[in-house]
């Protein structure tokens, strides 16, 4: 059952998604490289070889994805010297990019329950508890919402700002 949408959003051909938020963060996470860029990032990966080497891509492809998260926010960079060598930068995560790391969860949830035959190779679980780590939707009042209970409707405020423009 989908999601229950509210007043004139009711009928789908009388609107068009215009300012998506999906499509926004897909412009700027939906490619291979940056999703698994931020899988790293969560990992610990920090520094420009062990993203390409780690993600298995080029060298060139590594800079412009790190350059793209770095750009919109998801990173920074941090600079590093090892002795002897010269002053390189590292990228670690922002409060940004770490806001982003539950779309990463959520990929890595349903890959392991639709993609892995059963027995996914890496669990998520709770530092001190070991209990599992599952991504869920929930309502600001702590509520998980099943998708028939979630409601989308218009945010007047974005509205009121879109006729101001």
Known sequence: M???????LRDLRSWKPEGCSIVKALDLIGT???????????????RFDGFAERVGITD????AALRKLTDAGLLR????????????????LTE??????PVVLALWQ?????LQG??????????DTSEPVR???????????PLDNLRIRLNKAWRRNRTRD
């Open 32 to 46: 291979r490289s940056a999703i698994l860029i931020l899988r790293e990032s969560l990992y610990g990966t920090t």
């Open 135 to 145: 991504v869920q939707i929930r309502s600001a009042a702590g509520n998980e919402v």
């Open 60 to 63: 060139a492809a590594a800079a």
């Open 110 to 114: 349903w890959g392991d329950q639709y």
């Open 118 to 127: 059963g027995t996914p190779p890496l669990e998520r679980v709770e530092n």
């Open 96 to 101: 940004m990019g770490r806001d982003a790391i």
């Open 77 to 92: 960079k941090q600079p590093y010297r090892e002795e002897g060598k010269r002053t390189r930068n590292e990228y670690v």
């Open 2 to 8: 989908p999601a229950v949408l509210e007043g004139p």
